[in-house]
């Protein structure tokens, strides 16, 4: 049920996770974003240097950034600010020791998503902002084509919390596109010098809303697909990605973006919802046979039967391979750099029964697994069924 002692910022990130229907608004926190769990740095004065897990492909990982301007729609949360602008971060396969290190965010970014958090005072937001990332801006890629992963971050969050995920994802061979949605997050900074903030978390506030702001990041990612592949494209690595093979993860409101965004564009061949909400982005006549994963908490929420009625109405409309599964002892936010980064600060409070770093390598594993079978060709026994070395994870076959 809903709690009111939340903070707006935090409140508004688990909106995704919104109920339809005659449920609640909004979703109780998670206990790794909600301060009411947030403790101070149990390591007292030393320095803390935040580090992200390394990623478990053999390719090292190469970054770029992109802004890109889509000149036909006008921004639907601010109007008078004209064309709709995104921020892309771009993660691909790389030669070794090229390139220089990749900052997480900004220190603004970090600023905002501390102050969202409840930690603003705590922990410096240089703290963040320096946190060691895997990638390096400027490495020289490796040759060939590969499979492409577009990211989409929850409500409220920037695509950078989602760093973890795609790091892995790039060192597997994989070139991945982070969508950061102008105005949808707490925090995006933009190359002009601008940080954009969450205008979206106060403008939407009902499933209608909601709804239509699924469909608008599907907009979004369709017109990111025609300026990394287009007959111009706007990537100078463009000639890396596979055209015939994308697929599109998300966490939360991102995840169902992928399944609203597989509804309007045939280009994406398979998709995976993270702990989302699905908000009406499973068509009624299914995805045309494409394969679908939804992987979550494994809780009132998200088994089958539970308070989100979304899984169960995608699950019976999903017409092709698909998997749902959850994970015990994870929270919403525990498939995203966050727990990660709190433990690494030595954040103390009530956690969760599973630690960050399991989570995040359960969702690197399973997410992997999912593009390997689908983009790639190759069989994945960990998708056929539970396994001892993976008991976290349930598979349900309502």
Not at 127 to 142: C, D, I, K, N, Q
Not at 224 to 234: E, I, K, N, Q, S
Not at 237 to 243: E, Q, V
């Amino acid at each position: 049920m809903p709690r009111t002692s939340m903070t707006p910022a935090v409140a508004l990130l688990s909106l995704a996770l919104a109920l339809p229907a005659a449920a609640p608004a909004y979703a109780a926190p998670p206990s790794a974003g909600a301060p009411a769990s947030v403790g101070a740095d149990t390591r007292g004065d030393r320095d803390v240097r935040l580090q992200l897990p390394r990623p478990t492909g053999p390719y090292a990982v190469g970054r770029d950034t992109l802004h890109l301007v889509d000149r036909d729609r006008r921004d639907p949360w601010v109007p008078t600010a004209g064309s709709r602008e995104l921020m892309v971060g771009m993660f691909y396969p790389a030669l070794p020791r090229g390139g220089r290190p990749a900052r997480y965010a900004t220190v603004e970014e970090a600023r905002l998503l501390l102050e969202a958090y409840g930690l603003d005072g705590v922990f410096p937001p240089e703290t963040l902002s320096a946190t060691a990332t895997h990638g390096r801006f400027g490495a020289r890629p490796v040759r060939g084509r590969h499979p492409l992963v577009v990211l989409s971050p929850g409500w409220g969050a920037s695509a950078y919390t989602l760093t973890g995920l795609a790091e892995d994802l790039a060192s597997r061979g994989y070139v991945v596109a982070a969508v950061d949605h102008a105005y949808e997050s707490v925090g995006s900074a933009f190359p002009d010098g601008r940080t954009l903030t969450c205008v979206a978390c106060d403008a939407a506030r009902t499933e209608e809303d909601l709804v239509a702001a699924t469909a608008g990041r599907g907009a979004d990612v369709s017109f990111v697909l025609d300026r990394l592949t287009g007959p111009r494209p706007a990537w100078r690595h463009a000639g890396l990605i596979d055209r015939k093979r994308i697929g599109m993860a998300g966490h939360s409101l991102g995840g169902a973006s992928a399944a609203a965004t597989m509804a309007g564009d045939r280009r994406v061949r398979a998709g995976v919802n993270v702990d989302g909400a699905f908000h009406d982005g499973v068509p009624v006549d299914g995805l045309d046979g494409r394969p679908f994963m939804m992987f979550g908490t494994d809780d009132e929420t998200h088994r089958p039967g539970g308070r989100d009625r979304s899984w169960d109405e995608a699950w019976d409309r999903l017409d092709g391979w698909r998997r749902w599964l959850t994970v015990s002892g994870a929270d919403h936010f525990f498939f995203t750099d966050i727990p990660v980064l709190q433990e690494e600060l030595g954040a103390s409070g009530a956690q969760p029964p599973l630690p960050g770093r399991r989570a995040m390598e359960l969702t690197r594993r399973y997410v992997a697994a999912f593009f390997d079978l689908h983009l790639r060709d190759l069989p994945q026994p960990l998708l056929e069924g539970p396994t001892p070395a993976e008991p976290e994870v349930r598979f349900n076959a309502p």
